[in-house]
């Protein structure tokens, strides 16, 4: 089964650029979305297919995919950033997979 | 706007079963794929089941594979989820969340919890 890997937490600096990890094999090959999760609430897709915005979502989050690791970077960090962060791909032998998350703190 | 609204969790006891629902508007439901997703307490999220707009294609995790059933009705706008043989580790938030064709997720529902206790 397909498996994606995620570093269990990141720390930035207010103002600062985060870069958010998921690994696994060939991902390069595989369209990468991501989710932001504050406490409490609902998911929220911030990156699609790799490297794409929903309308909405400020222009600090960006994606790339290549090899066996994408990323996601938030420049300009903000307070309101701090959230679970979690990568999510299609897999023809796993059907859909999500990476076990990533907890985001703002210093 | 787009809503996609969960209903029908509850406490159940452990090999019991549980009908959720997830009631969409907004939008044309028999456009597209739909997906159950859940996260267990403290935990990630967990994708659970995947259903095609039509109903005719239909993918589970292996976890709940042979359990649970997933299902559509378009007329109503409704997809559902029907758990039986319920185990502990099945307690969870369960979220309904609309699939776009490239299998990102851009609406969920506001989330029903499941808790399979004694």
């Known amino acids: 089964s397909y498996e994606l890997t995620q570093p269990l937490s990141v720390s930035v600096a207010l103002g600062q650029t985060a870069r958010i990890t998921c690994g696994g094999n060939n991902i390069g090959s595989k369209n990468v979305h991501w989710y932001q999760q504050k406490p409490g609430q609902a998911p929220v897709l911030v990156i699609y297919?790799?490297?794409n915005r929903p309308s909405g979502i400020p222009e600090r989050f960006s994606g790339s995919n290549s090899g066996n690791t994408a990323t996601l970077t938030i420049s300009r960090a903000q307070a309101g950033d701090e959230a679970d962060y979690y990568c999510q791909v299609w897999d023809s032998s796993t059907a859909e997979v999500f990476g076990g998350g990533t907890k985001l703190t703002v210093l | 706007q787009v809503q996609l609204v969960e209903s029908g969790g509850g406490l159940v006891k452990p090999g019991g079963s549980l009908r959720l629902s997830c009631a969409a508007s907004?939008?044309?439901?028999?456009?597209?794929?739909m997906s159950w997703i859940r996260q267990a307490p403290g935990k990630g999220l967990e994708w659970v089941s995947y259903i095609s707009s039509s109903g005719s294609t239909i993918y589970y995790a292996d976890s709940v594979k042979g359990r649970f059933t997933i299902s559509r009705d378009n007329a109503k706008n409704s997809l559902y989820l029907q758990m039986n043989s319920l185990r502990a580790e099945d307690t969870a938030v369960y979220y309904c969340?609309?699939?776009?064709?490239?299998?990102?997720?851009?609406?969920w529902g506001q989330g029903t919890l499941v808790t399979v206790s004694s």
């Open positions: 969340a609309r699939a776009r064709r490239d299998g990102s997720k851009d609406y």
């Open positions: 907004g939008f044309t439901f028999s456009d597209y794929y």
């Open positions: 297919r790799d490297s």
